[in-house]
C-alpha cells in the first residue's frame, strides 16, 4: 500500500510538472500573438496621430492663405467643421524669422509633453497652435481603430508593449489561470500533509539510525578495545616463545628428524594466525592461492612450520604499508613449489643476542634447511621481493659415515593402514 502511494504521489507530481510546462508555453504564446498585436495597433495610433497633426498644419495655412480671422475660436470652429479634431488650447501669431520651421512644426521634440506646438506658415506669417496630445491620441484609438484601451492611447516603447501584453494575456485568460493556480494550491494543500507526515516518519528513522550508529559505534570501540588488549596478548606470548626459543634454538639442530604427513596450506594458515598483529598494524592483505584444498609432505612439522614462519616474516617485514603478501602453492610431481611474492624494501636482520623464532640468524637458517631437505632462493627487482621454496614431499633417508653422531638418526612415525 505504501509503494501504491508513492507511485500515485509521484505520477501526480509529473504530470503536474508536465502541464505547468504546457501551461507556461500556451501563456508565451499567447503572449507573443498579443505582443504583435499591440505592436501593430500601436503603429497605425503614431501613423493616425501624424496624420491629425498635419490637418491642423492644413487648417492653418488654409486660413492664412484666405487671410480669414486669425483667433482661437474661429480655429476650433473651423478645425470641428472640417477635421473633428480636439480644439486647440491656444493659438499664437508668429513671425516666419523668429522660428525654425521643420515638416511638422516642432511636434516631433514636444509630442512627449501634454501640449503638442504645431506651426503653420504662409507668405511669411505663421500661427502656432497648442493641443492636448492625450486628446488627440484617445480620439483616435475611439473613433478611428475602434480601441478604447487606456494603455493604447499613447505610443510606446517595446518594453512598455511588452508590459501592456502581458497584462492583456492576464486579462484574457485570467479565468483560466485562476482555475490552474486554485489547482496547484489545492494540490499542494493536499500534499503538504503528507509530506509533513513522511518527514516525521523520516526523522523517526533517522533517530532511530542514530541510535543503532551510535551503539554499533560503541560496540565497536568496545571490540577495538578488546582486540587491542588480544593482540597486546599475542606480542606477551610471541615474546615468551622467543625467550624459549632463545635457548632450544640450539637442540633443534641437533634433535632428530621427526618424519610425519604435513598439511603445508594448515602450516601456512597457522602462520598467518600468527603473525595477525603485524598484519593488522601494516594493513596487508595476505593472499594463499593454491589449487588443492591441502598439500601433503612427509618431513618435520615442527622444523617446516618455523622455516615458513621465517620466510613469511620477511615478507612481513619487507612489505609496504597497505599492500599485499600472494603465497602460491604448486605440485609437481614430488615436488612442493611455495612462491612468496611481496612489495616493498630490502630485508635488513636485526643484530640481537637474542634468538627469535621468526628471524633466525642466517647461518642456523640455513642448517635447519639443509636438515629437512628444503631449498629456497631469493630474487628482487626493484620493489619486488621473490621468494622461491622448494620441498620434497617424501623426506630421503641419507647413510651417514658416523650413524651415532647428534642429528643424524631419522624417526620414522609409522601409520597403521587399519588406521
Do not use: W
Not at 64 to 88: G, Q
Not at 121 to 127: Q, R, T, V, W
Not at 133 to 157: A, C, F, M
Amino acid at each position: 500500500m505504501v509503494n501504491f502511494d508513492k507511485k500515485v504521489f509521484y505520477v501526480v507530481n509529473i504530470i503536474t510538472v508536465i502541464y505547468a510546462l504546457v501551461i507556461i508555453f500556451i501563456s508565451i504564446n499567447s503572449t507573443s500573438i498579443i505582443y504583435k498585436e499591440v505592436v501593430k495597433k500601436n503603429q497605425n495610433i503614431e501613423k493616425e496621430y501624424n496624420k491629425a497633426l498635419e490637418q491642423y498644419k492644413k487648417v492653418i495655412v488654409f486660413i492664412l492663405n484666405n487671410n480669414l480671422i486669425k483667433n482661437l475660436n474661429y480655429f476650433n470652429a473651423f478645425v470641428d467643421m472640417t477635421c473633428d479634431l480636439p480644439f486647440a488650447k491656444k493659438l499664437e501669431i508668429v513671425k516666419a524669422n523668429n522660428i525654425a520651421i521643420s515638416v511638422h512644426g516642432n511636434s516631433k521634440t514636444t509630442k512627449d509633453k501634454i501640449f503638442t506646438g504645431i506651426i503653420g506658415c504662409y507668405s511669411g506669417e505663421c500661427i502656432k497652435i497648442f493641443v492636448n496630445k492625450r486628446d488627440v491620441l484617445i480620439k483616435i484609438s475611439k473613433e478611428t481603430l475602434g480601441v478604447h484601451d487606456k494603455d493604447l492611447i499613447v505610443p510606446l516603447n517595446k518594453f512598455s508593449l511588452l508590459i501592456t501584453s502581458i497584462n492583456a494575456m492576464l486579462e484574457t485568460h485570467k479565468n483560466f489561470l485562476f482555475l490552474n493556480l486554485l489547482y496547484f494550491l489545492i494540490l499542494y494543500l493536499f500534499q503538504s500533509p503528507l509530506m509533513i507526515i513522511k518527514n516525521i516518519r523520516l526523522n523517526e528513522a533517522y533517530n532511530s539510525l542514530s541510535n543503532i550508529t551510535t551503539k554499533t559505534q560503541n560496540d565497536l570501540n568496545k571490540m577495538t578495545n578488546e582486540q587491542g588488549y588480544f593482540y597486546d596478548s599475542i606480542l606477551c606470548l610471541q615474546g615468551l616463545i622467543d625467550n624459549y626459543f632463545t635457548y632450544y634454538a640450539h637442540q633443534l639442530i641437533t634433535m632428530d628428524v621427526y618424519v610425519e604427513s604435513v598439511d603445508i596450506i594448515t602450516i601456512l594458515h597457522k602462520v598467518e594466525r600468527f603473525f595477525k598483529y603485524q598484519i593488522y598494524k601494516k594493513d596487508l592483505k595476505f593472499i594463499l592461492d593454491s589449487l588443492y584444498p591441502s598439500c601433503i609432505a612427509r618431513s618435520d612439522k615442527e622444523i617446516i612450520f618455523i622455516l615458513l614462519l621465517n620466510f613469511i616474516f620477511k615478507a612481513i617485514y619487507r612489505a609496504s604499508v597497505s599492500s599485499k603478501i600472494s603465497i602460491k602453492i604448486t605440485k609437481i610431481k614430488n615436488i612442493i613449489n611455495i612462491k612468496i611474492d611481496d612489495n616493498g624494501y630490502e630485508y635488513k636482520q636485526k643484530t640481537s643476542e637474542k634468538i627469535q623464532i621468526f628471524e633466525l640468524p642466517a647461518p642456523f637458517f640455513k642448517k635447519l634447511c639443509q636438515k629437512i631437505q628444503l631449498e629456497f632462493k631469493e630474487v628482487r627487482k626493484g620493489e619486488r621481493g621473490t621468494v622461491f621454496i622448494k620441498l620434497k614431499t617424501e623426506f630421503e633417508v641419507e647413510e651417514f659415515e658416523n650413524k651415532n653422531k647428534p642429528g643424524n638418526v631419522i624417526k620414522l612415525k609409522i601409520y597403521d593402514k587399519k588406521n
